[in-house]
């Protein structure tokens, strides 16, 4: 049963992805406030010293001080009702072929933890490894998250979802949109470039992936 690895933001969500859609789902419902504005821009002057330029990646204060319990209640109902309208239809078909072909599908993403598990299960995936935001008392707390799945780290977590499957991670296949996403398409067996950025997109040529680039569903396969 084949491993096949999914990223989430610019691969099933286009931009502006699932954090900063979210966050306006919790504005609109009056459940955002000047704490957690205050906290975000915090976040960024104490930990741009340690993060630099990935320190938006890593900000998941704009949670600060919500209950666990009560966002991740609403971040199904966030799926349910406004994601599932945006999704990326071709990568949503791919992913579910997967699925009908018996694969062992799994969202791979630095998507929060409470987004992704719900789009697994709406999308019928097996699993999801999201990012996992530190809490306190059973609030989201101002730090960094405690798993945050990219890069190397992306491979890492890879790595370990392909030896609970039993199989090499050389045997699974990894769909993504991003050229921080290069190292894990490079250690999987088939990589395939959904909406590519541009450093992607000329990596993807160079190597031979799959390009599935627009709503037609068309694919660019290329060989060296």
């Known amino acids: 049963m084949p491993l096949v690895l999914f990223d989430v933001d610019g691969t099933l969500v286009p931009s502006p992805g699932t954090e ?3 966050a306006w789902y919790l504005l609109c419902r009056g459940r955002l406030g000047w704490r957690q504005l205050l906290a975000t821009g915090w976040f960024f002057l104490r930990y741009w010293p340690r993060f630099g330029r990935h320190v938006p990646l890593k900000n998941k204060a704009w949670l600060t001080g919500l209950a666990r319990a009560e966002v991740a209640s609403l971040a199904r ?4 009702e406004e ?3 945006v999704l990326f239809t071709p990568a949503v078909a791919r992913l579910r072929e997967h699925v009908a072909a018996g694969d062992h599908v799994v969202l791979l993403t630095g998507t929060p933890q409470f987004l992704a598990r719900p789009l697994a299960d709406h999308l019928g995936a097996a699993d999801a490894v999201g990012s996992l935001c530190e809490v306190a008392a059973g609030h989201f707390c101002s730090g960094p998250p405690v798993r945050h799945p990219y890069g190397e780290t992306k491979v890492e977590a890879a790595r ?7 199989m090499d991670l050389s045997a699974a296949v990894a ?4 050229a ?11 990589a ?8 992607l ?3 993807a040529l160079d190597a031979g992936w799959e390009i599935l680039a627009d709503q037609s569903g068309s694919s660019i396969p290329r060989s060296r």
């Open 77 to 80: 109902d966030f799926i349910a």
């Open 180 to 190: 921080s996403d290069a190292p894990l398409m490079r250690a999987v067996g088939r």
């Open 201 to 203: 997109q000329a990596m």
């Open 20 to 22: 900063p859609r979210f």
């Open 83 to 85: 994601l599932a309208k």
């Open 160 to 166: 370990t979802l392909a030896a609970e499957a039993g």
């Open 192 to 199: 395939v470039a959904v909406m590519p950025d541009r450093r």
């Open 175 to 178: 769909y993504a949109d991003t």
